[in-house]
């Protein structure tokens, strides 16, 4: 039976040990966080993700998954440590150099070494290559390096883990082959071999994909409102056409991938990846829209309450990495003359201090649905109207009901519908003098 060490136990890692473990792998986790590897070693989790907690505890009460901070030596070695980006855009691998580093002393003749972080083109290659050169073993003959990138979905990261196809990238076939043997025995789709860098841009592109969708969906969510119509119909209607999957616009990009993985290429191609930085910037510039959006809606009230509905970057998770929330609370937080309180069902920390529902609708002069979580749906407007000082909600991603809204007498807005920019203040009620319904 190998033995397999598994660097980083967060969303990534944590899934991917737990589930070697009750496999019969013998799995040591490493992670510098000395209070993650107290938790995972009681069988606890640090991360809200479904199902993962029941996968942990079996992990750890079969014997074959315990958590260390320091390495420790094994057969097969994955990374699954933080690929960030730093204030000018630029990948951070400061985090895959350290646990690199960490193995050398362990490493030895006939050892497998996997990176499943995010990188940019040529990271396997070019950076963790030479840093894994220097514990005298010979890449490719005497230690095997394979780059196998990972594209769950949080949220659904157990179920995607087993039954999403893989690519593996070995920096020679052998590697490829090697790293396969490992995934095999769990994965249940398609494994498809291919070199490291490959395997990298495999990876970027499917959330540059994404991004870019996302970034022409926000295009059409600014132009819309000047023509009087509704981004959410067109883009509705759109996708019944067999060959078109437009995305939806919202108040902008978060994430620990999409919103950073497309600057990875613009890093390496400044010149070529013009489309690429382009949809970024788009994508970037919502929240300030929405700013500017929530700003018009609460223009004439004297020291406005905000109550920011959503935290994290997308739905019924509690992950707030590059959230535009967090952006949007930061304007606010500027400007003096507002005032904030923010909900969100699934954060439980955060440095900024949250209200529970009541709290936040009391006295309030705008509601700000930033992200659909399934709980929004049953807010009862009508209690709310009771408990806010003024009746405006700005629905950024389409996830309330306008009827409802407005029966209770609120002025609802939708990004993409019923505001435009430059002044020009749209407010689209009605088709063909028939009450227009949300395209929930
Ligand atoms: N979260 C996702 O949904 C997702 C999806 C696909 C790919 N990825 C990629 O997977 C990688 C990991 O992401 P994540 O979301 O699991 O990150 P995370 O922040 O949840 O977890 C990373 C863990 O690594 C630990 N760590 C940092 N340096 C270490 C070191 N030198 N040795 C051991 N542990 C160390 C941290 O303490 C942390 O617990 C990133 O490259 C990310 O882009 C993430």
Known sequence: ??????????????????????????????????SVVGIINKGGIHIEEPGLKTLVQAAVNSGNLTAYTQPQAADVYILAVPTPITEDKRADLSYVEAAAKSILPLLKRGDLVILESTSPPGTTVDFLCPVLAQSGLELGTELFVAHCPERVLPGKIIKELLQNIRIIGGINETSAQMARDVYTCFVEGEIHLTD??????????????????????????RISPHLNINAWEVIRFANLHPRVNLHSPGPGVGGHCISVDPWFVVEKFPETAQLIAKARHINDFMP??????????????????????????????????????????????????????????H?????YELSGLEAAFRDSDCILLTV????????????????????????????????????AGFQYR????????????????????NPLLSVV
């Open 1 to 34: 039976m190998k033995e397999i060490s598994v660097l980083g136990l967060g969303y990534i890692g944590l899934p991917t040990a737990s589930i070697l473990a009750t496999n019969g792998y013998m799995v040591r986790g490493i992670d510098v966080s000395p």
């Open 196 to 221: 490291a860098t490959t395997a990298e841009m495999v990876k970027i592109m499917e959330n540059t994909y994404r991004d870019v969708n996302i970034a022409l969906a926000n295009e059409l969510a």
């Open 288 to 345: 300030e829209f929405t700013y500017q959006m929530l700003l018009d809606t609460v223009r004439n009230i004297p020291n406005p309450k905000v109550t920011l509905l959503g935290l994290t970057y997308k739905p019924d998770v509690d992950d707030v990495r590059e959230s535009p929330a967090l952006k949007l609370i930061e304007m606010i937080e500027k400007n003096p003359d507002l005032r904030l309180a923010v909900y969100d069902p």
């Open 347 to 351: 954060v439980k920390h955060f440095d």
């Open 372 to 407: 659909d979580h399934a709980e929004f749906k049953y807010i009862n407007p009508r209690q709310v109207a009771a408990a806010v000082r003024n009746r405006n909600v700005i629905d950024t991603r389409n996830a309330l009901s306008r009827k409802d809204w407005m029966d």
């Open 414 to 433: 939708l990004l993409g519908c019923d505001y435009a920019e430059n002044g020009d203040s749209v407010t689209r009620l009605t088709f063909f003098g």
